[in-house]
């Protein structure tokens, strides 16, 4: 359990502490540098000073950063060698890709569909049992009532074995994208179809009645759920009564992707590699590195593009420095060690 105190991963508490030195360092030197050539008035340096320490301090992290950058080198994971042998997932590998939403237009609905769409046919020769989730919070009725047509069109297409969509209770709607991909995946791995985590009373404030345990997770599902190894029908998930799962242990890849990402053609087996390597067993979630496929779409997204290839280097060096990076919502999960 996480005491709250901070934490850094692969990192000694020397190079911490000597990051700091250094950054806190120079800050602290350049402003006093300031604030000495005020000699007429004291108390106008001293404001102007502390000024000149919050921007000089975004610099002095720009520059040391782009130091650690450029004299260190990336962690490389090795992947597994059977995979990379035969290309291929082994077939009673369970991967599921969750795609969660909170769509308020069906074409923002579509968007995701279409991306869904892509993987499957972009992973499809990848191997591996693989299963696609549309885990929704949708309310509009008329953008539920326009994905289900579309489920249903999919479903045909690629199977009710493979495609997949449920809709969340709105009296269980917690922590938004985070929740919902924590109850989908609890029902796959362990069968639960009512809240069992942040029921106690310490979260009562938090969670705002949104995890009550008697009430049911789901309201909606369509697809073959002993595909995905529950045991039972679709009425019994939504009526919150208990299901046995049979395929947990096979359970060992989950992808969660936004409305608008997907994966090209042979990029997800490296990193499947890289989670079935039971050496990388330390190793819960994988990022992987995002772009954009027209950035000359408009002159907004153009312009962000440039921004973003000035400063990449930026987070990739606290990455490198601390040994760990935040989460942002895309990945790929080693669900044994994640659950």
């Not at 502390?50 to 921007?55: G, I, K």
């Not at 590998?93 to 237009?105: E, G, T």
């Not at 995701?112 to 020769?125: A, Q």
């Not at 280097?313 to 790929?332: H, Q």
């Amino acid at each position: 359990m996480y005491d709250g105190r901070p934490y850094y991963f692969n990192t000694s508490a020397f190079k911490i502490w000597m990051y700091k030195i250094i950054r806190y360092g120079l800050i602290i030197g350049l402003s006093y540098l300031y604030y000495i050539s005020w000699h007429w008035n004291r108390l106008w340096g001293i404001l102007l000073t502390v000024l000149f320490a919050y921007c000089v301090g975004g610099v002095t992290s720009l520059i040391l950063h782009y130091v650690i950058y450029a004299f260190s080198s990336p962690r490389v994971v090795p992947g597994d060698e059977g995979i990379f042998k035969n290309n291929k997932i082994p077939d009673d590998v369970l991967v599921v890709f969750f795609r969660p939403i909170f769509a308020k237009s069906n074409p923002e609905m579509e968007t995701l569909l279409l991306s869904m769409e892509k993987d499957i046919t972009n992973n499809k020769d990848v191997g591996g049992d693989q299963k696609y989730l549309v885990i929704d919070n949708t309310r509009d009725l008329n953008v539920r009532e326009y994905t289900r047509k579309r489920i249903h069109q999919l479903q045909e297409k690629y199977g009710r074995d493979k495609v997949f969509y449920l809709h969340r209770n709105h009296k269980c709607d917690f922590f938004k994208k985070v929740g919902i991909l924590h109850d989908a995946i609890m029902l796959i791995y362990e069968g639960w179809t009512r809240p069992k985590t942040y029921t106690s009373e310490k979260w009562a404030q938090a969670t705002a009645g949104t995890r009550n345990p008697e009430e049911p997770i789901w309201d909606e599902i369509l697809g073959d759920v002993k595909a995905l190894g529950i045991q039972g029908e679709v009425d019994d998930i939504l009526q919150g009564r208990e299901v046995k799962v049979t395929r947990g242990e096979n359970f060992k890849i989950a992808v969660v992707c936004d409305a608008d990402n997907f994966w090209p053609q042979g990029e997800f087996i490296k990193i499947a590699s890289k989670v079935l390597n039971p050496h990388n067993d330390s190793f819960v979630i994988y990022q992987p590195s995002i772009e954009i496929i027209n950035p000359r779409e408009n002159k907004f997204i153009y312009l962000t593009y440039l921004a973003r290839r000035m400063y990449e280097f930026e987070p990739i060096a606290r990455w490198r420095l601390f040994g760990f990076s935040p989460f942002y919502g895309k990945g790929v999960f080693n669900l044994p060690q994640y659950v």
